[in-house]
């Protein structure tokens, strides 16, 4: 490693930082490679098949909040790590301050499982055909935190089946402050999957959001989420869109903000708030949500508001409130068919036909659920419950509009609902009316170590094919030249300079090995 250290007139040494970029193809160690990476390095895979025929491949990596260490596809790359056999998970990870973008994973038995991590960014990465859960943190025990998982792929999983698996049951682990943004997960319900929920984020988990995904083909809910049983702020699901939900679209315990989705069919309710362990429905808001089937409300033991949703079921109740206290439930500003029971009022009528430009209770796409010139959704919302935004991300600016969206005469301003990624829409406002928490989660930017999801309009890009999705080093030419910021150190303290480039050739390569520890 080349070290410099020479001085600048006044200011005494200038210290480099120390970083490498280096590239790894078929056949290399990755393994090896990866785990001798530090602060600021970064990882270049290039394109092919990365087969991984026996023993456990487990990374250990701390990175740093002003330097993560980056794994990534070299520009235009596709590196692809195959595991043909169940019985070890694809990758084992301990890390923090850590970024994967790009790589596809496949087989095994896991395909991602975490045993810890902090400050961790997964995009743009595609994991399938698992012989169980796809991306797993729920070791006993831990507390994963500031994780954000960003436009990756998630598909035709087996076994257990989940696409993300976040938490522990009973309060074991704790998923916090992370931001799923942006995902396509689908088919999770092949025939030998035993559960297959989209996201299930489990108990005591919180301060979570989930945002702008697209689910669709699960056998167990698409999004779930427990109880944070007091442990921080609730979870917020917000502008996502599901359909061919096995079981409920989204089932939620307690905690939670659901707003601004769209959900198309479900094999049960559309919003299913219901008791799980130790959560019972409370502290619940359902806001401006679009929902071809019911909602249902069980064993109610506290605050929980359904308002301005447009609810439109093919046949039952829009909304169904089953036993339980509902003393702290409020109902109000929804239109639909149907009606309700179990409270009193709470839904104007409406007609599926006339309130929407194309809507119909087939269950996916191809469907336009934007409101109609004349529709019953137009400003029939309760202003006291009105949010920042829609579904688009287009500011309400207080529209009663209810429902997903914000009614514009010239139609839908937005993405088009199909399969694959959606477009992400602009950055929410500052605020959010009052119905949770921050928009964003996951903590301030700074959080993930400088990673900041990329906000693009390319509803189908695959991950990392343009130079915009790479890190700054990527985009300076491909010949292995890093830049990074130098320090020189005075009685003021450091003084950073950023005009020096370090460029260093560093190329580790050997044979894949093979380990006997068991992936657990």
Known sequence: MLHLLFWIAGTGPLHV????????RPGDDVEAIANALR????????????TLDSGRFHLVLRGTADRPIVIRAADGARPHFHRPAENQNIWDL????VVLRGIEFSGGSAGLRFEHARHVTIERCEIHDTGDVALRMNDGGRAYEHVRI?????????????GMYLGCNHNGCRFAYGLIEGN?????????VEQGDGIEIKEGSHDNVVRDNVIHDTRYPCILTYSTVGNGGPN???RNVMWNCGDHAIQSAADAVIRNNVILGAGASGIAMQPHQAGTPANLVVVHNTVFDGVALRGATGSVIVANNAIYPSSGAAIAVIGGSTAGVVV??????????GIPGGLASGDLERDFVMAHHRGAPPIDPFPAPGSALIGAGDPAHVVADDFNGTPRMGSRDVGAYVYAPGGNPGWTIREGFRDT???????????????????????????????DAGGGMPPNRDAASAPPSAARGSAGCGCRAMRSMSSSGPVWVGSLALCIAGRRRSRCRTTSASSS
């Open 17 to 24: 930082a120390k970083a490498d970029v280096v590239h790894a």
């Open 39 to 50: 602060p600021g390095d970064e990882l270049v895979l290039a394109d092919g098949t990365y």
């Open 94 to 97: 301990d890390v923090e301050h």
């Open 150 to 162: 960003l436009r990756n792929e998630i598909h035709h999983t087996r076994g257990t089946g989940e």
């Open 184 to 192: 396509w997960v689908h088919h999770t319900n092949g025939p030998d």
């Open 236 to 238: 917020v699901i917000e």
């Open 332 to 341: 109000v500003g929804n239109v639909g068919t149907g009606g309700v029971s």
């Open 425 to 455: 829409p602009a950055p929410p406002p500052e605020t959010d009316g009052g119905m949770g928490p921050a928009s964003d989660g996951g903590g301030p930017p700074e959080s993930d170590g400088g990673v900041v999801p990329r906000r």
